[in-house]
């Protein structure tokens, strides 16, 4: 089923959620909404599945009118940021739940409940579990059972609020991978609302960036990554460094970088570089600078340069732990730091 | 303290040095038998002079005073009034916790500071509102009066202020404790397709069971007991508007102790039972009051 969104507009007195949100994603994608906390992310899922109404604006659901639409009747799975499993009843009746609510006349026998639900704890890999309390499992499983619960109604849309919000690391990777396998499988559409820009590019189909209720741009991970279209989505996604640079006539400068054709008008700009698109090097010519700081994380080394005039942040390079075996950079070595690949932004205005 | 050798260990510093002990000791049994004398003179002993003096005289004079027709009238109807009261102010007060609770609207503060006016209220006012609405010369006297109908006076007056004086106690209880459950789990089974009363009765209202019936014991045990309001709306007819309470300040009016202390000892029973229940209620489920489930992570 597809979901579409025209216009949406929605604001808690005087704060604006959403401004003029238009979105579309097809069926069977699996696309997550990125963006800091109080970008609208959430109140737009909501607002999808029935939870909250827009201000203005609609919603289509496979084509059809959803805006008016109460949430019972909109066939969405939605799965909560703290799951919010029925803590009286067993994980069975949780599951069972969406079932058991229908009309008498809609209503499937109790055989036919029970084997649904055995079916579906056995998909989320949960047999044994059917007759604990949610106050007995560990977050993973209480994640699995929200999820099993919304898919037991066979829901063609499925949105998740920040679903592997507060899970450790490890447990985190294993389930979003297998939400992936799963979507894969069963072939629904989903989409997702997280900060957590790692899970949305790892996961995703397409990636939509919000940002105080706009949306930035909507892409591929690659394409989100690779080619942000605007300053807070390459300062948003992955990690990025800041550098002054100001064009004038028509050439840009970069501290003592030689400058470098930028047609356009006089301005002071903002340059953003990804961390491994810094180099660094014991040779010029470059921008002249002093390591301040050497970390090894994981299998890649970052170096802290202090690049020399201005008072500038130090500017982190990023590269594999081999190159700076081989280079040997220490503390206080005299480095020159090149930028392989950056973006020109108007100066960021404390985004 | 985690780099000390083994040596330096076996001359540890001991704990705090023996001279501390004997004064903080003190304090502790101070406070203690400052709080059981406290407790033994303002609830023992006048729950043993209650049933000290109902029993002064023996069963037979106990038994008496119970099946005297207007102590048992009294009885009737103090049980009528709470079993209307109770029920209404059950409804009223799961009602307003899940507007409040549940809900974003305008004035819900002064909703929820409206439900407190009874508690700020002196008794008396309260009962004196409903003279002054339905009484002779009240604002609804007349009207009432064309159509021969007796609010003040009459059990109906009665049942008001009582409801009046008992409505903030479920209330109370349940809007913090339905606050603090959220609606997380009510939107869920809204999205699962459950109608508003499936999702009422099938997880809000298990989640808020305990509560729930502490709200009840609490209302039910002052609409039982309440005196003030209702003495000035019942007119003291013996007989036909006089609650529990109200009897028993007639009996010791009349020097008549025994017989008040009979009465007095049941409301004094009520009192231990309502005490009682609610220790059951708070150990039947501390997990459950006041805290929602824990979050991802517990």
């Known amino acids: 089923m597809s979901i579409a969104v025209q216009g949406i507009k929605k604001r808690f007195g005087e704060f604006v959620a959403l401004d003029d949100i238009s979105l579309d994603v097809a069926t069977g994608q699996l696309v997550a909404i990125l963006g800091p906390s109080g970008c609208g992310k959430t109140t737009l899922l909501r607002i999808i599945a029935g939870l909250e109404t827009p201000d203005t604006g609609r919603v289509f659901l496979q084509g059809r009118e959803a805006t008016d639409l109460p949430v019972q009747k909109r066939r969405v799975g939605f799965v909560f940021q703290n799951y919010a499993l029925f803590r009286h009843m067993t994980v069975f009746d949780n599951i069972a739940f969406g079932l058991t609510v229908r009309r008498r006349r809609e209503r499937p026998a109790a055989a036919v409940i029970r084997s649904k639900v055995a079916e579906l704890l056995s998909l989320v890999q949960l047999e044994w579990a059917a007759e604990r309390r949610p106050l007995q499992l560990s977050g993973g499983q209480r994640q699995r059972v929200a999820l099993a619960r919304a898919l037991a109604l066979e829901p063609q849309v499925l949105l998740l609020d920040e679903p592997f919000g507060a899970l450790d690391t490890q447990v985190r990777q294993e389930l979003r991978r297998w939400l992936r396998r799963l979507h894969d499988a069963l072939h629904f559409t989903s989409l997702f609302v997280t900060h957590d820009q790692q899970e949305a590019l790892e996961v995703a189909d397409a990636v939509v960036v919000m940002h105080r209720g706009r949306i930035e741009q909507r892409g591929t991970p690659e394409e989100i990554y690779d080619r942000p279209t605007s300053g807070f989505v390459h300062r948003f996604v992955g990690s990025s460094n800041e550098l002054p640079a100001e064009r004038r006539d028509g050439a840009l400068a970069i501290g003592p970088l030689p400058p470098t054709p930028s047609p356009g008008p006089d301005a002071r700009l903002a340059v953003v570089v990804r961390p491994q698109d810094v180099a660094v090097g014991r040779a010029g010519p470059g921008w002249p600078g002093r390591i301040v700081a050497v970390r090894v994380v994981g299998p890649l080394a970052h170096v802290d340069v202090a690049l020399e005039g201005g008072q500038l942040d130090p500017v982190v390079a990023e590269f594999g732990r081999e190159q700076l075996r081989r280079e040997r950079f220490a503390v206080g070595d005299a480095v020159f730091v090149n930028l392989v690949r950056f973006g020109l932004y108007a100066p960021n205005e404390a985004a | ?298």
């Not at chain 2, 003179?41 to 004079?61: C, K, S």
């Not at chain 2, 106690?169 to 009363?197: C, H, K, N, Y």
């Not at chain 2, 209702?230 to 009996?251: A, F, K, Q």
């Not at chain 2, 229940?277 to 992570?297: D, I, T, V, Y």
């Open chain 2, 1 to 298: 303290m985690s780099g000390t050798t083994a040596a330096a260990g076996a001359g540890a510093p001991q704990p705090a040095a023996p001279p501390r002990r004997p004064v903080r000791g003190a304090a502790r049994t101070l406070l203690i038998a400052a709080a059981l004398l406290y407790l033994f003179a303002f609830l023992i002993l006048p729950l043993a002079v209650v049933f000290g003096q109902a029993f002064a005289h023996g069963l037979a004079t106990y038994w008496a005073a119970l099946v005297d027709p207007m102590a048992f009238a009294a009885i009737r109807l103090t049980l009528t009034v709470a079993l209307i009261a109770v029920p209404l102010n059950l409804v009223f007060g799961v009602a307003a916790a899940w507007a409040v609770a549940k809900y974003e609207f305008r004035g819900k503060s002064a909703l929820v500071t409206l439900i407190d006016l009874p508690f700020a209220v002196s008794p008396v006012i309260s009962g004196l509102i409903y003279v002054l609405l339905f009484g002779a010369h009240g604002w609804f006297g007349p009207w009432l009066a064309a159509h021969d109908l007796k609010v003040v006076f009459a059990v109906p007056g009665i049942v008001l202020a009582t409801v009046f004086v008992t409505f903030p106690f479920v209330a109370r209880e349940l809007i913090p404790l339905m606050q603090a459950q959220g609606r997380d789990e009510e939107e869920t089974a809204l999205s699962l397709g459950a109608t508003g009363w499936q999702t009422f009765r099938r997880v809000t209202l298990p989640n808020i069971r305990f509560g729930l019936l502490y709200g009840v014991l609490l209302c039910n045990a002052r609409a039982m007991g309440e005196f003030g309001a209702v003495s000035v709306v019942s007119g003291h007819i013996r007989g036909l508007t006089n609650t529990m309470p109200l009897h028993i300040e007639i009996l010791y009016n009349e020097y008549n102790p025994t017989a008040a202390f009979a009465v007095a000892s049941l409301l004094a029973l009520l009192g231990l039972v309502t005490l009682v229940a609610r220790s059951a209620l708070e150990m039947q489920a501390p997990e459950l009051r006041r805290k929602p489930l824990p979050g991802p992570n517990p």
